[in-house]
């Protein structure tokens, strides 16, 4: 009997010359898995042409609701968004494909799991790192690290073994796509100078094909997660899927990035996001309620660090889960409702409430009601400028200049 080795499979031309690669290299029974995270693609197909080129098993593994809640909601507790403009979709759904590829593996009793990531690219690392994590003496392979093939002979390969070509390896994109966003690459956007054509989108309406009439919508959130959309609610994968629909035809979502790869080149990055987007600005705004100053100045902190973990393959790692217990604590109070407009792809906060709000009308408003005693501000401001003051007429000869 053959060993065995697990293969993460998307059905794409990489991981099925891979099925006959690794028989023909390392004479393994290849088992494919493949993961549903909410990427749109017919598994059914997908399983049958695992076993057409040659996988002596074809998995389809349905994980979507633990990537939204186990995954994608801790990370939009933390707001994080990777360089200002990422929110991370491919990201955070690697360590949750490696983490079921390790579960299969065991269950298998596989002495091998393989990957068709390049060698140029993230998700090789975060794959990897968290395979490496969860079950550090099994074997990796990178076939496609590996076998130094150009796109041109993957093909010639294909055709020679009777492997179906995929009518989308003739698209000029590389897609990768989850219920948290589609990332776009190649072809004609490899030139940062270049406005993307509309081909490149799918999920998000152009701003001239959207409606003329703006949507409101109101997003209720109980602890840091999104609960109902219009008093509805829904669980975390149908209101993700919802929004994407809904804010996609107003054109909500999309992101031009130049992006700093974890290995060391820039790449330009193109994505539709627009649950991500949607959600992120409404718990922000909610946050802006019910947080202090203090506590939202370090989160902002916390939030940079919580994405760079998580694009950096560190997500079994101790310190994300501790500053997942950090982010935790801090949504107790991050319940209420956001009020948001889309609108020919803008999507704008326009109304905000908590029952833990700690805005206070009593001390905002200038109308009558005002408790806000302003004799109060003058000793303040005395005692907040002091050491201002102190070391300006001791260290500064010339006060007039800037
Ligand atoms: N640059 C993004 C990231 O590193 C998207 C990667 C898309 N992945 C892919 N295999 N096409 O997360």
New binding site residues.
């Given amino acids: 009997m053959s060993d065995k080795v697990i293969l993460a499979y998307s059905g794409g031309l990489d991981t099925s010359v891979a099925i006959r690669w690794l028989r023909e290299k390392y004479g393994w029974d290849v088992i494919a898995v493949a993961v549903d995270v909410g990427n749109e693609a017919d598994f059914t197909l997908i399983k049958q042409k695992a076993v057409n080129v040659g996988a002596i098993k074809a998995i389809v593994l349905e994980a979507k609701d633990s990537f939204i809640n186990d995954y994608v909601f801790p990370a939009l507790k933390a707001n994080a968004v990777y360089e200002g403009e990422?929110p991370?979709g491919?990201?955070l759904g690697r360590p949750l494909i490696a983490k079921l590829l390790v579960e299969e593996a065991k269950k298998e009793g596989a002495v091998a799991i393989a990957h068709g990531?390049t060698g140029k690219?993230?998700?090789q690392v975060r794959i990897e790192v968290a395979i490496n994590a969860l079950a550090p003496n099994i074997k990796i392979l990178a076939p496609a690290r590996e076998w130094g093939m150009t796109r041109q002979q993957t093909i010639d390969y294909a055709k020679r073994y009777g492997i179906p070509i995929p009518i989308t390896s003739s698209s000029p994109y590389?897609?990768?796509e989850s219920l948290w966003g589609r990332?776009i690459?190649c072809g004609v956007l490899e030139d940062p100078w270049n406005e993307p054509p509309d081909d490149a989108y799918s999920w998000t309406k152009s701003p001239d094909e959207t409606p003329d009439e703006p949507a409101y919508i109101e997003i209720d959130f109980e602890g840091g997660i999104p609960v109902a959309v219009n008093q509805q609610r829904q669980d975390g994968v149908s209101l993700v899927g919802y929004l994407n629909e809904l804010a996609g035809r107003h054109g909500v979502g999309r992101i031009d990035h130049l992006?700093s790869?974890l290995v060391g080149i820039k790449?330009r990055?193109i994505y539709e996001a627009p649950a991500a987007i949607v959600l992120l600005q409404a718990h922000q705004a909610l946050e802006t309620m019910t947080l202090s100053r203090d506590q939202l100045s370090f989160k902002r902190r916390v939030a940079e660090e919580y994405a760079n973990l998580i694009?950096n393959g560190y997500w079994f790692s101790g310190l994300r889960q501790d500053l997942a217990a950090y982010v935790e604590s801090s949504q107790r109070f991050v319940t209420g409702t956001v009020r948001l407009k889309l609108f020919k792809g803008n999507c704008s906060v326009v109304g905000r409430k908590s029952p833990f709000s700690l805005y206070n009308y009593g001390l905002a408003t200038y109308d009558k009601g005002d408790r806000f005693d302003q004799s109060d501000a003058a000793g303040f401001i005395h005692l907040w400028g002091l050491p201002v003051k102190t070391q300006s007429q001791v260290q500064w000869a010339d006060r007039t200049k800037p």
Wanted: aromatic fraction near 12%; hydrophobic fraction near 20%.
């Fill in positions: 990422y991370l491919t990201a990531c690219g993230n998700d590389s897609l990768d990332a690459e992006e790869r790449s990055e694009y």
